[in-house]
């Protein structure tokens, strides 16, 4: 976090910390997948990133849980998140920085200064409205002070989990702080909401990436979430659809149709009416994710998962209002099911691979 460390490029910042060419690029590559973009946007990634110069980044943390700063920083491997943190220039953040009070503060002051206009803001969390924002202040500022004050001089912001993109936990009626998502506050700034509760590591990741090597927030959904991850549903993606479209459902989490791995749909499965890339990137390094242990999707990347009934009543027993949705996840096709999740896997295998082999040629 010192000067000399945030004026280096990233290409130095690599080298100075060890990481070959090799791995960068495949994290690159790696990254213009799951964007679904060609391999070929994965090299100029690579080349424009090695040349830039880090980000400058001041992360803000309002009314949370800490779950998403964890999800932000440990991505899949230990490599990926190093990679992380060269490529960006994490200035601020009062949970991490070793810093506290005024230290703290001088430190945000100064990488504002010194980067205005060009900065990005994380922010995890909601904005506390009600009685003058008294139940959410550090240094002597409501959060909603501190927020207006640092998106200022902000080039873009990102916002990290549903509580942040949606309001969240806090927002959850009766809603006692009068809890508000950060996009109705900054009106003035472009503005990504990576949801979630909390939102998958590789998706932060990439949507960071995708903004400081190509200069432009990626594609966004109405709802302000990248096309890349949000633009299908659990439900379009799972392998469990088959069962789904041939009505073979699970009636309880212990009995023979949970054991045969049926849909999960009876059991108040949200996949068909949530957007998220859980059932093809998943979670702790494409090892699972909530419907493969077992548990239907609760919706936590969805604008008011909490307060749209039962988690364990199905979708049509009125919870959402959704017959049409579901219609629709359903006409989508078995093909979009099972298959897709393996031929995401396959396709960033063969990139990895692709890479390996111009990397040797
Ligand atoms: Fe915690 Fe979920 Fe809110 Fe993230 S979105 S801060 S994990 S409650
Ligand atoms: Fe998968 Fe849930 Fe859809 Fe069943 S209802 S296929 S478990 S997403
Ligand atoms: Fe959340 Fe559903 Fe994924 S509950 S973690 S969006 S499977």
Known sequence: M????????????????????RSFLKFCMVTASMLALPPSVGRVMAQQLRKAKRPSVIYLS?????????????SFSPTAENLLFNVISLDYDDTLMAAAGSHA??????????????YLVIIDGSVPMADG???????????HQTLMEVVEGAAAVVCVGTCASFGGIPYAHPNPTGAVPISELVTDKPVVNVPGCPPIPEVI????????????VPDLDEHGRPLAFFGNTIHDRCYRRPFFDQGKFAKSFDDEGAR???CLYELGCKGPTTYNACATVKWNDGTSFPI???HGCLGCSEPGFWDKGSFYKPLAAGTYTSAEKIAAAAGAGVLLGAGAAVASRMKRKSRLHETDREERS
């Open 2 to 21: 010192t000067d000399q460390h945030t004026h280096r490029t990233i290409g130095e910042a690599l080298d100075a910390s060890g990481v070959s060419r």
């Open 62 to 74: 309002f009314q949370e849980c800490t779950g998403c700063l964890e999800s932000f920083t440990r």
């Open 105 to 118: 503060e001088a430190a945000r002051e100064k990488a504002m200064k010194d980067n205005w206009g060009e």
């Open 133 to 143: 924002g008294v139940y959410n202040t550090a240094a002597g500022k409501t959060a």
């Open 205 to 216: 990741t990439s949507t960071l990436v995708h903004y400081v090597s190509l200069g432009k």
């Open 260 to 262: 045969n791995g049926w």
């Open 292 to 294: 493969e242990s077992g």
